[in-house]
């Protein structure tokens, strides 16, 4: 089999809910849900076989036949990370088991998706994809941002400021670079049975980094979609 | 007590696509920190500080008087506290000087324009609150996971536990050059800093025209808000 025959399937995983910002994956931006956008950008990425949504509520699921994916039921025992009654392989096996159900298989690649990340481009997708299948011993492929210096952190001891990602006698240019781990990845399930595997990673813009969690992010999300549906001129 | 109005404007800084004199929504980027600070009901006096021949040639900016200093004072280029405590040190030198040091500074940033009135009245109540703080300074909040890079394909992670809901990973925050100051507790050996959580949009520092576009954005937003 070559490498262009892999099927390929796209997992998002989601709840209804959400600490930071209740029900932010069905939160309109320019009138669909960001879950919709999200599965979009796995229509649009040009390589996905299949897209499934394991969650737990009945309007995501919905949103999720909207766009042709497949809703996959996220057990109630599963919809908190960190509730002791079941681990992430048991997670990965339940809804691998469900779209093995539908699709007939598992995939031999994986995109996965956080729904907060729904601004990476299906070109930088696309071109995470190619760089996974090129590579013989690659095994997962990482989208990762850069973030500027500067940072600093409450000391638990006394509460006031204390620098962690600072040093005070050199320019922050010269600070040693600082990433952050965007939520979009490819793996090769194939390969990750191999002995001799390595990861990858794709560097993206800020834009394309850019995480959705809290109503703060509200008018960045806003600012990003709109200026790009602007360009592909379906902005309203 | 006098509470002193701060503003730095470094004449390097001009000509990286914006500068202090970039308009943005119907007033320049020092304008918007200069007037936060007017309109922050405890300012006697407001400053700006510049080593920038065309600023300098002005008597006034919004409101505030124009003072120089020389190129060596803007050098020491060093991000976080240091840099700043560095320049309020010399700033209070300045200040001695022209007879206009306060018991309390405060300090704004044309690069960081959106950060209100109102939140520098938050800064200096935290600060007066505080016994021991000789600052309290904006920040906004940064997520976890984060990684070293150590070769094009390698990472280390610096800031991160993969398996962990990335909520539970302590806080880290980004600092911002703007906040209230206590001189007097500014010359202690080890100053401290309280945070003031100033939220995403007031902490938007304008390096580029991306995010000078961003700030656009966020004015025109919430004025349409307001009707």
């Known amino acids: 089999m070559t490498a262009a025959r892999k099927t390929v399937f796209a997992h998002i995983t989601m709840r209804g809910g959400g600490s930071t910002f209740y029900r932010k994956n069905l ?24 897209i499934f949504v394991w969650t737990e509520d009945e309007e995501a699921k919905e949103v999720a036949r909207i766009v042709g994916a497949h809703p996959l ?11 002791g009654f079941h681990g992430v392989p048991e ?32 070109e930088t997708l696309r071109a995470m994809f190619k760089r996974l299948v090129e590579e013989p011993e690659a095994m997962r ?7 500027a210096p500067g940072l600093c952190m409450v000391n638990p001891n006394n509460g006031y400021l204390m620098p962690f ?25 194939v390969r990750q049975g191999q002995g001799k595997t390595r990861g990858l990673y794709q560097e993206v813009s800020v834009e394309e980094g850019f995480d959705f969690q809290t109503e703060e992010d509200v008018p960045l999300a806003e600012f990003y979609l709109g200026r790009r549906m602007s360009a592909a001129g379906e902005a309203k | 007590m006098k509470i002193v109005g701060l503003c730095f404007v470094r004449a390097r800084d001009v000509g990286a696509g914006v500068s ?66 560095w320049l309020l040190m010399r ?79 302590p806080q880290l925050y980004r600092s911002l050059s703007v906040g209230a100051v206590r001189p007097d507790r500014l010359v202690m050996p080890a100053p401290e800093t309280r945070g003031v959580p100033v939220g995403r949009e007031q902490g938007l520092r304008i390096r580029d025209e991306e995010s000078l576009a961003l700030a656009r954005f966020y004015i025109q937003r919430r004025a349409a808000k307001a009707g």
């Open chain 1, 165 to 189: 990602w600072n040093d005070i006698h050199t320019a922050e240019a010269e600070h040693p670079p600082l990433y952050r781990m965007v939520g979009a990845s490819i793996a090769d399930a």
């Open chain 1, 141 to 147: 492929i990482t989208a990762m941002r850069q973030i």
């Open chain 1, 27 to 50: 939160y309109r931006l320019y009138g669909k849900p960001v879950l919709q956008h999200a599965l979009e950008l796995c229509l649009h990425a040009g390589f996905v076989d299949e």
């Open chain 1, 73 to 83: 039921n996220r057990p109630r025992s599963m919809v908190h990370y960190f509730n």
């Open chain 2, 20 to 85: 202090f004199d970039t308009p943005l929504e119907g007033a320049t980027l020092l304008e918007r920190a200069v007037n936060a600070l007017g309109q922050m009901p405890y300012a006697d006096e407001l400053h700006v500080f510049t080593d920038h021949e065309g600023l300098l040639a002005r008597a006034t900016v919004a409101g505030a008087k124009i003072a120089s200093l020389p190129e060596w004072f803007f050098e020491f280029n060093v991000p976080f506290f240091s840099k700043e405590q």
């Open chain 2, 91 to 169: 700033a209070m030198q300045a200040l001695r000087e022209a007879k206009a040091l306060g018991e309390v500074l405060l300090v704004a940033d044309w690069r960081t324009p959106l950060v209100s009135a109102r939140m520098l009245e938050t800064m200096y109540h935290k600060l007066m609150d505080d016994r021991v703080a000789a600052r309290a300074v904006g920040t906004y909040p940064l997520d976890p996971n984060l990684f070293l890079r150590m070769s094009e394909e390698t990472f280390f992670p610096a800031w991160s536990d993969i398996g962990a809901d990335r909520q539970s990973i």
């Open chain 1, 91 to 122: 997670w990965n096996e339940n809804r691998c088991r469900q779209a093995e159900a539908i699709a007939g298989g598992t995939g031999d690649i994986q995109l996965n998706l956080n729904c907060n990340n729904f601004l990476v481009k299906p």
